[in-house]
C-alpha cells in the first residue's frame, strides 16, 4: 500500500470530542485468536499466512467491507509502517497484515501479538463509541471465523492479562496544570490503586512535568477482572475524575501562580514564532504550552482540535512523507540534509497554525 493511501481521508484526531480540553482522546483495543492455530510468536511461517487469508477473506464478507483497506506489512514500507505507529495503529511488534477503515478511526493488526487486535480511537472521553465500534467488528469476522475460547476463561490470548474479554481501554490526557502544581503523582498512585496503569505518552520531559509535554495514557491492567461495562465504567469513572480535577487545579495556578505560568507558556509560544529548526521533543512541549495557554483563558485564536492535530503533524514520518510528496525550497546550508529539513518544516507548520493567536490581557 502506498504512503499516501495511509494518509488518505479526514482524520480522527482533528474532530472534538467530549471533554477534549484534558481527554486528547480515547482508545478501545480487543485480543482474539484463531482457533487450531498457534499464537504469532510460535506459529510457523505457513500458518502464519493461513491465518492472514482467513482474516482478510473474513472482513471482505462484512456488511461495510468497501470501507476496509486490507495490506500486507511488507507493502507498507518503512515509512508507512512508521506513519501507522505515529498514529498509534502500530503499537507492539511487527503484524504480517495490517485492515483499516477508511476514516482511520478503526483498525486490525494480523499476527502480532494476537492473531486479531481489533482497535478503534474516539476524540475525547468516549469509552463505549470505541468499544461499540470494536464490538461491530468481532461479532461481524465470528460470522466466519472461530476464535478460541473457554468457558472458564473466556477468549484465550497471548498474553495473560489479556484473557477474559480480551478488551483494554485507555485514555490519552493532557495534565499540565496537575505536573505544574506537583500533584500529578498523587492522582496516578490512587489510579493505580484501583487498578489502572499510567505511562508516558512521549518520553520523560524537563521542567515542571515528569512526561514530556505532560501527556499520560490512563490504560486498565486487566481483561479478566469484570465485564467489559465494569472495564468502561471504571476508565470512564477514572476520566471523569482526572477531567475534573486538572480543571480544578486549572484554576489554582492561574490564581495562585500567573506570572509564572504566563511566563512557562510565553516562552513557548516565542521559541516557536522565532525558530527556523524545530526538534520533535521541544515541539511536543512547545504545543503542550500553548494548549495550556488555550485552556486555562490566555490565549486566543486556535482550538484544542488544531493542537491534538498537531501532535500527529509535527511527527518524522509525517514531516517524511510531505517532503516526499511535496515541492518545497530549503536554504542551502541546509537543503541536503534530511534531519534539518524535517525540523525547518515543523518550524514552519507551527508558525501557520500559530499565526492567528492572540493573548488576552
Known amino acids: 500500500m502506498a504512503e499516501q493511501s495511509v494518509l488518505s481521508g479526514e482524520p480522527w484526531y482533528t474532530c472534538s470530542g467530549t471533554d477534549n480540553d484534558v481527554v486528547v482522546s480515547t482508545r478501545a483495543r480487543l485480543a482474539r485468536n484463531l482457533a487450531n492455530?498457534?499464537?504469532?510468536?510460535?506459529?510457523?511461517p505457513d500458518d502464519s499466512d493461513?491465518?492472514?487469508?482467513?482474516?482478510?477473506?473474513?472482513?471482505?464478507?462484512?456488511?461495510?467491507?468497501?470501507?476496509?483497506?486490507?495490506?500486507?506489512?511488507?507493502?507498507?514500507?518503512?515509512?508507512?509502517?512508521?506513519?501507522?505507529?505515529?498514529?498509534?495503529?502500530?503499537?507492539?511488534?511487527?503484524?504480517t497484515g495490517v485492515v483499516m477503515r477508511s476514516d482511520g478511526r478503526v483498525s486490525c493488526l494480523v499476527n502480532s501479538v494476537d492473531h486479531v487486535r481489533i482497535a478503534s480511537f474516539a476524540p475525547g472521553l468516549n469509552c463505549g463509541a470505541s468499544f461499540a465500534d470494536c464490538r461491530t467488528i468481532d461479532e461481524g469476522l465470528q460470522k466466519t471465523l472461530q476464535f478460541a475460547a473457554s468457558y472458564e476463561f473466556g477468549y484465550l490470548t497471548a498474553s495473560v492479562g489479556d484473557v477474559g474479554s480480551g478488551l483494554k481501554l485507555s485514555v490519552r490526557v493532557h495534565l499540565p496544570s496537575l505536573s505544574f502544581?506537583?500533584?500529578?503523582?498523587?492522582?496516578?498512585?490512587?489510579?493505580?490503586?484501583?487498578?489502572?496503569?499510567?505511562?508516558?505518552?512521549?518520553?520523560?520531559?524537563?521542567?515542571?512535568?515528569?512526561?514530556?509535554?505532560?501527556?499520560?495514557?490512563?490504560?486498565?491492567?486487566?481483561?479478566?477482572?469484570?465485564?467489559?461495562?465494569?472495564?468502561?465504567?471504571?476508565?470512564?469513572?477514572?476520566?471523569k475524575y482526572i477531567v475534573e480535577t486538572e480543571r480544578k487545579f486549572r484554576l489554582k495556578c492561574a490564581e495562585d501562580k500567573p506570572t509564572a505560568v504566563h511566563n512557562t507558556i510565553l516562552r513557548s509560544f516565542a521559541a516557536a514564532k522565532f525558530s527556523a529548526l524545530?526538534?520533535?521533543?521541544?515541539?511536543?512541549?512547545?504545543?503542550?504550552?500553548?494548549?495550556?495557554?488555550?485552556?486555562?483563558?490566555?490565549?486566543?485564536?486556535?482550538?484544542?482540535?488544531?493542537?491534538?492535530?498537531?501532535?500527529?503533524?509535527?511527527?518524522?514520518?509525517?514531516?517524511?512523507?510531505?517532503?516526499?510528496?511535496?515541492?518545497?525550497?530549503?536554504?542551502?546550508?541546509?537543503?541536503?540534509?534530511?534531519?534539518?529539513?524535517?525540523?525547518?518544516?515543523?518550524?514552519?507548520?507551527?508558525?501557520?497554525?500559530?499565526?492567528?493567536?492572540?493573548?488576552?490581557?
Open 37 to 44: 492455530f498457534q499464537f504469532p510468536e510460535t506459529a510457523r
Open 50 to 95: 493461513r491465518v492472514r487469508t482467513l482474516v482478510f477473506d473474513s472482513f471482505a464478507q462484512l456488511e461495510n467491507a468497501g470501507d476496509f483497506h486490507l495490506m500486507n506489512s511488507e507493502a507498507l514500507g518503512e515509512l508507512g509502517t512508521r506513519i501507522l505507529a505515529e498514529r498509534g495503529v502500530i503499537d507492539v511488534p511487527a503484524a
Open 181 to 239: 502544581a506537583g500533584e500529578a503523582e498523587n492522582v496516578f498512585r490512587g489510579l493505580r490503586e484501583k487498578g489502572l496503569s499510567v505511562t508516558s505518552v512521549y518520553g520523560t520531559g524537563d521542567d515542571y512535568g515528569k512526561s514530556l509535554g505532560s501527556y499520560y495514557q490512563i490504560s486498565t491492567l486487566s481483561s479478566f477482572s469484570g465485564s467489559e461495562l465494569d472495564q468502561i465504567a471504571l476508565l470512564e469513572g477514572a476520566g
Open 278 to 361: 524545530m526538534p520533535l521533543r521541544e515541539s511536543i512541549a512547545v504545543i503542550s504550552s500553548v494548549k495550556w495557554g488555550h485552556d486555562i483563558g490566555i490565549i486566543n485564536g486556535i482550538d484544542d482540535n488544531t493542537l491534538c492535530g498537531l501532535l500527529y503533524r509535527v511527527q518524522n514520518g509525517h514531516l517524511e512523507f510531505l517532503l516526499q510528496n511535496g515541492n518545497f525550497t530549503f536554504e542551502d546550508d541546509i537543503k541536503n540534509s534530511l534531519p534539518q529539513k524535517i525540523e525547518r518544516l515543523r518550524a514552519l507548520i507551527l508558525q501557520e497554525a500559530f499565526e492567528k493567536i492572540t493573548f488576552s490581557s
